[in-house]
Nanobody, 115 residues
Framework: QVQLVESGGGLVQPGGSLRLSCAAS????????MAWYRQAPGKQRELVAR???????NYADPVKGRFTISRDNAKNTVNLQMNGLKPEDTAVYYC?????????WGQGTQVTVSS
């Protein structure tokens, strides 16, 4: 079972950038697809971006062109570079496998976009 710890969130002004990191307790080399999810207040958790072991990526429409997901299998990390942040990006961000495994949810990292 892989345990995941997210970091890198914070308060940023609209148009700003943040880089989120996800550290896995075990090897992710054999995990085909990793993903970032987010949950805004009062809303369901949603998929933001995913990346296969081969580096193929897929993004939710609201973040296309602004967010970039990457992974480093040697370091067991998955990152999310977020540029051009908008207030509607405010949420708790989580990483997990895709499809997710309930027992692998971490504590998440809060991203707040506000002036």
């Amino acid at each position: 079972q892989v345990q995941l710890v997210e970091s890198g969130g914070g308060l940023v002004q609209p148009g700003g950038s943040l880089r989120l990191s996800c550290a896995a307790s075990g090897s992710i080399k054999r995990i085909y697809t990793m993903a970032w999810y987010r949950q805004a207040p009062g809303k369901q958790r949603e998929l933001v971006a995913r990346i296969s072991n081969g580096g193929s990526t897929n993004y939710a429409d609201p973040v296309k062109g602004r967010f970039t997901i990457s992974r480093d299998n040697a370091k067991n990390t998955v990152n999310l570079q977020m540029n051009g942040l908008k207030p509607e990006d405010t949420a708790v961000y989580y990483c997990n496998l895709f499809p997710y495994i309930n027992s692998s949810w971490g504590q998440g990292t809060q991203v707040t976009v506000s002036s």
